[in-house]
């Protein structure tokens, strides 16, 4: 009954004009970018923020959200009709999406990740209602020793789940949590490591090294080589999924959004695993697993369903604990703050028009998007028979505005470009960034937190070890970084290690 | 030239090797503290040390086997002229944007690059840098009321 009043209570707060509009807005903006290579959900979300320091609160956390989950749907349209992934979440729907698309069966494969999606979407955000208000009870009790390991403990799972050489992502953590001590230190009030310039005092922003490392490099990696589109141009009729397609994808549109839930709540590029891990348990579970890349509806649903649900599972830390699980997610804290509320234990309970609000406009930009999608998909494949050798310079004005557009600093889009080049050489190196940037997003707060503990103790660093939910933590952070010496479980991580470059954690 | 994924492993370690110390020494600038009342200075000093001993690490590693061939570091022979014609393009952009005004250079910006990065005719370069730059002038300034600097022209 009390989950229905407050479900009630969010209702009241979306269906308003302007957040209805600000929603839409969103999720329209949000496919947009996910259907063009190079441009993420970050890029949108830089390009905005500005614009919604006007708003409500709530009305801008509505919209920006729709941007993430809305650039999900996009970036599935591109996979499956020019074999380009919009997103590196939709770089599985590749593999089995295009060859549905050069079958002739681009309409069902379409149709169904945008059905999948918001089958997943539903289950996510259920689970998002579900979840949090507990957890955010449970939290209440962390104190800076518990959030400290567990933020610790969030990189070394990133690290774990997404790279191939442990040391090497530690290294890109290190230098991560390196940069964000660069600025004021927020405990002393000191300037540190600006070296007389003003406009790193409030630190390295996090959307130039984003747009930088992500956008930035994307581009000088793909104006290396003429890539020839290859556009299915038979025209996509029949969007809707016959009997059959829905009796495939059923379960793997089930589990996916499950499992896209589950390692939505860990920190990291959540959506791109979750893809890839549907599709690996899809293909393990079929009973013809030879058929997997040869355009199986299965390979579409699962995967396109767990990237989905993964965006839903990715607010939890934001919710409950005010960690960002990913960079969009850290952004959405920034907005947040720009608005004067601080995420964590205490959100739902102080602000629950906001928490409420934030699950039940996901739940309507998921209608919007299946609505929205079907009949746009047209546009969309207008859009992508833009050439790129058109295409990129307006990406690259797009990443130079939404960084400039933040501060006004010329600084700030210099700082852009070095991080493109830091992230183009990067890649060449086979170096990891999402640990760097996580690092980067929550190494204040860990910073904090670890200072903090130690003035408590005294100097005792065992107080990490003497609050037994923080020792709980480092187990689990002890057992990550030595599991990969056992035999058993080595070889399994060598598994994951699916390639997934690029990645916009 | 194919290079091994050591001989990569090499140039980065000694990149963070340099990192490292970059951040040990001039976090020295700043109170470090001690454990027991850690000033502003600790976190880097510490984490620049870390991330000394791992770079280390990771040269002694990069010395054992050989390690995989990997794709040469440019896939054709005049990719780095469009790379590094990209990259200056940018730095150009960046810099001439306060002086010149948003829309002028990003005229000449988005022009350059559709005329030589992969060259097309004329016609499309003028049809398509002059679209983009009113187009973006339109969302950004008028629509979006983004402060971007106009120049000295005042357009």
Redesign the interface.
């Known amino acids: 009954m009390e989950l229905l009043s407050h479900m009630a209570l969010g209702a009241e707060v979306v269906f308003t004009p302007i957040n209805l509009l600000l929603c839409f807005i969103g999720v329209l903006l949000g496919t947009l970018v996910g259907v063009l290579p190079g441009l993420g959900p970050t890029a949108a979300i830089a390009l905005l923020l500005p614009n919604t320091f006007s708003l409500s609160p709530v009305g801008a956390i509505i919209m920006l959200a729709g941007i993430y989950y809305g650039a999900m749907y996009g970036g599935s349209t591109t996979s499956i009709l020019v074999n380009i992934p919009g997103e590196a979440a939709s770089v599985v729907t590749t593999l089995d999406g295009y060859q549905m698309a050069l079958k002739g069966r681009a309409g069902p494969a379409l149709g169904i990740s945008a059905f999948g999606s918001f089958i997943a979407g539903t289950i996510s955000v259920l689970g998002l209602m579900l979840v949090a208000p507990p957890l955010a009870k449970f939290a209440l009790a962390f104190g800076p020793p518990e959030y400290f390991s567990l933020m610790l403990m969030g990189i070394l799972i990133l690290i774990y789940l997404a790279s191939g050489s442990i040391l090497k992502a530690l290294m890109m953590a290190v230098f991560g949590l390196l940069i964000s001590t660069i600025g004021m230190d927020s405990i002393s009030g000191s300037q540190r490591l600006t070296f007389g310039l003003v406009e790193l005092s409030d630190g390295v922003g996090l959307i130039p090294v984003i747009m930088g490392l992500f956008g930035v490099a994307e581009v000088l990696t793909n104006v290396e080589q003429a890539v020839k589109q290859e556009l299915v141009t038979a025209k996509v009729k029949g969007l809707l999924p016959s009997l059959q397609d829905w009796r495939d994808s059923f379960w793997p549109i089930i589990r996916g959004s499950f499992l896209g839930f589950f390692l939505g709540i860990l920190p990291g590029p959540a959506p791109v695993i979750a893809a890839f891990s549907s599709y690996a348990m899809e293909k393990k579970l079929s009973k013809h697993p030879e058929k997997f890349g040869t355009g199986v509806i299965e390979g579409v649903a699962g995967p396109e369903s767990a990237n989905n649900s993964a965006t839903g599972g990715a607010f939890i830390p934001l919710f409950t604990l005010g960690i960002p699980a990913n960079s969009v997610i850290a952004i959405l804290l920034g907005a947040f703050m720009i608005h004067g509320i601080q995420p964590g234990p205490l959100l739902i309970s102080q602000h629950p028009e906001i928490f409420w609000g934030t699950v039940i406009s996901m739940y309507v930009g998921n209608v919007m998007l299946v609505i929205l999608n079907l009949p746009l998909i047209g546009l969309w494949v207008k859009l992508l028979r833009v050439p790129y050798p058109v295409l990129f310079p307006l990406i690259l004005v797009f990443c130079v505005v939404g960084v400039y557009s933040l501060n006004y600093s010329i600084m700030e889009v210099a700082l852009m470009i070095g991080f493109g080049i830091l992230g183009y050489v990067g890649r060449k190196l086979r170096l990891e960034m999402a640990p760097l940037v996580l690092a980067l997003v929550i190494g204040p707060m860990m910073e904090q937190n670890l200072r903090l503990s130690l003035v408590i103790s005294q100097g005792s660093p065992w107080i990490f070890l003497e609050h037994p939910i923080s020792a709980a933590f480092l187990g689990l952070c002890l057992f990550l970084l030595l599991s990969p010496f056992i035999p058993a479980i080595g070889g399994r991580r060598k598994k994951l290690q699916e390639k997934v470059e690029g990645e916009e954690v | 030239m194919a290079k091994t ?1 050591n001989f ?2 090499r ?2 370690s000694i990149f ?1 090797l340099c ?2 110390i970059f ?1 040990a020494l ?2 020295r ?3 470090i503290g ?11 000093f510490w ?2 040390l ?2 000394c001993i ?2 280390v ?2 040269f002694i ?1 990069s010395l054992r086997s050989p390690g995989d061939i ?1 794709p040469a ?4 022979s005049d ?1 780095w002229k ?2 590094t014609a ?2 200056a393009a ?2 150009f ?3 001439l ?2 002086f010149v005004g948003f829309t002028l250079t ?1 005229f000449v ?2 022009g350059f ?2 005329r030589y ?2 060259p ?1 005719s004329w016609t ?1 370069t003028i049809i ?1 840098a002059t679209l ?1 730059a009113l187009g ?1 002038r339109l969302v ?1 300034i008028n629509l ?5 600097p106009l120049g000295f022209l005042g357009f």
């Not at chain 2, 570091?73 to 054709?76: G, L, V, W």
């Not at chain 2, 979006?144 to 971007?148: E, G, M, Y």
Request: aromatic share 18%.
């Open positions: 994924q990569y492993d140039i980065t963070f990192v490292g951040f001039n976090s600038r700043v109170d001690s454990w027991s009342e850690p000033g502003p200075g600790f976190l880097p984490a620049g870390t991330l791992m770079a690490a990771l590693t990997l570091f440019f896939p054709e990719s469009r790379v990209t990259f940018m730095i952009y960046a810099l944007l306060d990003t910006f988005v690059l559709v990065i992969f097309q499309r398509v983009s973006a950004f979006l009321k983004t402060q971007l």
